[in-house]
């Protein structure tokens, strides 16, 4: 591209971008898309840490509309040799953020093989947590039991959530995979944040965590995620204008604004425990059952390791 096509393009995405701000009304606060990714041809430069892509293998499809497993996505192997090793987080790290008061986090999430949960029998190998934290503080915390969810404390997702069980991935090694499309979970809507940069990390761990134990493949429980997405919420004509380096991206955003409705309160992140957001604690969930897996025996040929 020439310099006088490179300078037209970068023009272009400025008086987008000022155009679009512009024509929202004073009051009107709206929802943009200021990041996503599919993975699909690799991890891009805003994530760090572990950032292996891989074939989503069987999760291909599952999801919600066209929300769904495809092509690759970010898988991380990491921690749990010696069992209890924490795994190393993937990072993603964004700045020059537009003034806006929340965020909605939405990304599919697959526990693969045979994450232990928590608190049960001898508790062996257990808990196994799967942590999100946004800017240094949890998100979500939560044991997670890879064959129906009835040891762990993710015990009952709220409604659209659940989107896959069954071997879907390394099915010549007979563990259940679970998937969910975190999208739809409460903890992840809503997060209160103001400042122009956000950090988000994933990352497992727990004194039963295994991760890739036996060092080679099949691992023993690992996790992916695709099709991570970051709204903005409560974005405002007026705000502070992004930086040169995001006006391409945002720009591409507004062209998307969906103008969300907030259809749940606020999330709330507890500055006393640093966990969690919307209630979900560690203790007991209150809410009605939602999900609908299928009767399994934790007593089947396939026993947690
Ligand atoms: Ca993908
Ligand atoms: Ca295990
Ligand atoms: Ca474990
Ligand atoms: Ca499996």
Not at 159 to 179: C, K, M, S, T, Y
Not at 225 to 247: R, W
Not at 277 to 291: D, K, N, T, V, Y
């Amino acid at each position: 591209m020439t310099q006088r096509l490179k300078a037209l393009a970068a023009l272009s995405a400025r008086l987008l971008v000022t155009a679009l701000v512009t024509v929202l009304p004073k009051a009107q606060a709206a929802s943009i898309t200021a990041f996503s990714t599919d993975f699909n041809v690799g991890a891009p430069a805003e994530i760090s840490g572990v950032t292996t892509t891989e074939s989503v293998q069987g999760f291909s499809g599952a999801g919600n509309g066209a929300n769904v497993f495809s092509g690759s996505f970010l898988r991380n192997i990491t921690g749990g040799n010696p069992t209890g090793t924490a795994g190393s987080p993937t990072v993603l790290t964004l700045a020059g953020l537009p003034v806006h008061t929340s965020i909605d986090l939405r990304f599919l999430l697959a526990i693969i093989d045979s994450w232990d949960g928590s608190d049960v029998g001898s508790g062996v190998n257990q808990p196994d947590y799967f942590n999100v934290k946004v800017d240094g503080i949890h998100v979500f915390r939560e044991t997670i039991d890879h064959e129906d969810l009835s040891v762990g404390t993710y015990t009952n997702p709220a409604p659209g959530v659940l989107i896959a069980w069954g071997n879907r991935f390394d099915a010549g090694v007979e563990q259940n995979d679970i998937g969910f499309d975190m999208g739809l979970e409460p903890a992840f809507l809503g997060i209160t944040h103001t400042s122009s940069t956000l950090t988000v990390e994933w990352f497992a761990d727990g004194a039963g965590w295994q991760g890739d134990f036996f060092g080679t493949a099949p691992t023993d429980e690992t996790w992916a995620i695709d099709n991570i997405a970051v709204v903005l919420n409560g974005v405002v004509a007026g705000g502070a204008a992004p930086e040169p380096t995001t006006l391409a991206l945002v720009g591409a955003a507004l062209f998307g604004i969906a103008a969300t409705r907030r259809l749940r309160p606020a999330a709330a992140i507890d500055a006393g425990t640093g966990c969690c957001a919307a209630g979900r604690g560690l203790a007991g969930h209150a809410r009605p059952l939602h999900r609908t897996l299928p009767s399994r025996s934790r007593s089947s040929s396939v026993a947690p390791t």
